[in-house]
């Protein structure tokens, strides 16, 4: 359907309702760890917006839906030396990071749901991070773990040379022509 399959790890392990954990933690007052039940028991958000990887490839208005992130945020009590989030994933590799403003933004989702789906495996299911007005690296896959931290620490492409502000059309030396 126009996406391309992206894995920076061989391969990554399956998981569902049964063995899926999503852990809140760092600089919080409540830590926790959501089961798929208990995440698809939040409010839910949709939005419909295009998909845009860095090197190019785009898929026009595709519906995610999830809860948002700061919803997850502020159920944990962010504490007020807090500036930055760090993600992580149960492929081992792969992690991503925002400033805690960018995180709070409203289409800024934990997603569990593509164009009208349940995410799959490939799509980096059960759930992912979907970070609307950003390229899709910052749209982490298999996300596992959320921690609340004091700064921003790069996330894995981003230590490669990829942009840590990735706003589309405004980050990585890109204009807001998609086919440039
Ligand atoms: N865990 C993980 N998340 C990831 C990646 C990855 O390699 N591993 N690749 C990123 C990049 S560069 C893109 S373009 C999208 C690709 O998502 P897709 O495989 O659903 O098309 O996932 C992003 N999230
Ligand atoms: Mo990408």
Known sequence: GGFRYYSVAASVPHKGPADYRLT?????DRPRAYTLADLRALP????????????GWRVPETPFEGVRLSTLLDAAGVRPTARAIRFTCFDGTY??????DQARRP?????????GKDIGHDHGGPVRLYVAPM?????????????????V???YWERLGYDVDAWVGRSNGRTDDPTS
């Open 24 to 28: 809140v933690d760092g600089l919080v």
């Open 44 to 55: 839910r958000t949709r939005l419909t917006r295009d998909v845009q990887c860095v090197t």
């Open 95 to 100: 992690t991503e990071s925002l400033t805690l």
């Open 107 to 115: 289409d800024v989702l934990v997603a569990l749901r593509m164009q």
């Open 135 to 151: 390229y899709f690296y910052k749209s982490a896959k298999w996300l596992s773990g959320i921690t609340v931290s004091d700064h």
């Open 153 to 155: 620490r790069p996330g």
